[in-house]
């Protein structure tokens, strides 16, 4: 007995891809990197979002995260800032790699 | 009663409020075509683009009342306080500065200096806010508008922008006509007065029954429910209930009905009932498809999958949909580590397969 045919016509390869894709396990709330202007301390004074700088109008809450040192280190240091226009955003600066990351957290 | 002998108390009567409002609302959509019915008493109407057709501003208000004594009593429309201004807040304020009969007119370019001198009660914000405002010793627009944003946006957060963008005139609030779908109504009149509660009950399910039976309800999900009844010796009665959710059964109508009925019940026996249906969402196909029927055929509560058991109707929605495009394109949201420091290890997507 033969599987029925999808009934829908799709490029050659793409069934399989996002078959393929449907097995796997995808983690939520992965981190997206963002470009982050910052002062001579280090802290965030502005950030790219969509296409448009947002300057950061203060920092609400900060803290640190220091995980798996046995294996691969993580080590973030968190910010939860408002911005001029009055949006909350979560950032975090990868200590690490020294690159910043924006994530819900 | 004993130091005013010649008071006489009138019985609350929202079915005829409501009434009058609809013909209120009616009246004034004969002049502009953009109508916000706000609350009971306070109507926005958006005049923008009407000049060429009536003339100056005081020439359309003019037709305004003129709508309104078609319907009104002439000392009821006298006494109606009217404003003109950019923006819902601007016309607002306007109104509450005139006196019966007089309008206040603003244009764009006087509004900000108007604004200026209110006071920050106006302001349609948190009323915990402008007591704030006025324990720092603000009493007027135009003292907030000395501020900057930044530093409202600090002590308030996303409000105290607003009330900035409100104080300075920058924020003109369009008037968005109201949409109004027809509303389905079932009515159900009783030979003699009745008072008991389970007989009320009774009567709710059967008026849901017929109503939600009515052509026009098909395809559409019912989110807002009026019941009503008409009182014996005069009045009426009357209960809203907002549904979080589209229903499309009575059961899950009837409970919040029954609820606020308890806290709120006709105060005196009941003449006729009506059930309408004043607000609608999408049809409710979707929820069907968690509806668990045990071997009674009768309902199960919940829609969690998590029982182990998946419901029918979602698993043969699967097998459509891998007939079609040939996998499952439904995913599941799993826990992996919820209390994990780190965010991404806590939570993901599997695929959903039954």
Redesign the interface.
Known sequence: MTS?Q???AEAPGA?ER??SR??????????RPVRVVTDPLGRPTALHLRGRVRRV??IREEWR?D?EWWRTP?SRKYLRV?L?S?RLVTLYLDLEEKRWYL??? | MGLCPTLTLLEPDPAHYDTVVHEMVESISDTSPVVEPAEHGRVFVGMDGLERLYGPPPRQIRRIYTSLLRIFPRPLVAALRVGMAPGKFGAWVAAASSSPGRPCLVSEEELPAFLATRSISALPVDPLITGRLKRLGLETLGELASFRESDLIRQFGLQGRDALAWATGARIDPVHPRYRPRPIRATLDFPVPIGQTETIHGAIHRLLERALARPARRGRGVLGIRLGAHLEEGGSWQIDVILKDPAGTPDPMARPLKAKMSIQPPPRAVESLFVEFFRFGPGTAQEALFDRKDQNGRGQEGRTLTGGSIPDPLRTAVRELKLRIGYSPLYRVVELDPWSRIPERRHALMSFDP
């Open positions: 029925p999808p009934l829908l069934r996002r078959e449907a097995r796997q396990l995808l983690t939520l709330n992965q981190p109008d203060h995260i995980d993580i408002v001029d009055g994530q819900d957290a």
